[in-house]
């Protein structure tokens, strides 16, 4: 059984940090790699971050870039996304999925398993 958890989410004030982590468990299949998205309500989910599993490729949205980090480790099979100078248009939940096949590493629709989210608030 193919599991993604996500924890690490909560509220922090602008200008803070946070550090997510996504802990995959029961692939069977060697992954390409491992995404962060995130979603407010009424608003489609979109695109924050990605790490290639053997290369360590990273990619990310440009509302991030800078601010947030990407990283794994590989034999913990655990994905980290290291958010700073957090601003409140950061507030969603977030969500990390795994990918088995390479292409469009900013396109949901090629990611296979998703967690279930954490949430992320920031406000002062």
């Known amino acids: 059984q193919r599991q993604l958890v996500e924890s690490g989410g909560g509220l922090v004030q602008p200008g803070g940090s946070l550090r997510l982590s996504c802990i995959i468990s029961?692939?069977?299949?060697?992954?390409?790699?491992v995404g962060w998205f995130r979603q407010v309500p009424g608003k489609e989910r979109e695109f924050v971050a990605a790490?290639?599993?053997?290369?360590?490729?990273?990619y990310y949205a440009d509302s991030v870039k800078g601010r947030f980090t990407i990283s794994k480790d590989n034999p913990k099979n655990t994905v980290y996304l290291q958010m700073n100078s957090l601003i409140p248009e950061d507030t969603a939940v977030y969500y990390c999925?795994?990918?088995?096949?390479?292409?469009?590493?900013?396109?949901?629709?090629?990611?296979?398993?998703w967690g279930q989210g954490t949430q992320v608030t920031v406000s002062s």
């Open positions: 029961g692939s069977f299949f060697t992954r390409a790699g």
């Open positions: 999925a795994t990918r088995y096949i390479s292409g469009n590493y900013y396109a949901q629709s090629e990611y296979k398993y």
């Open positions: 790490v290639t599993w053997t290369g360590g490729t990273t």
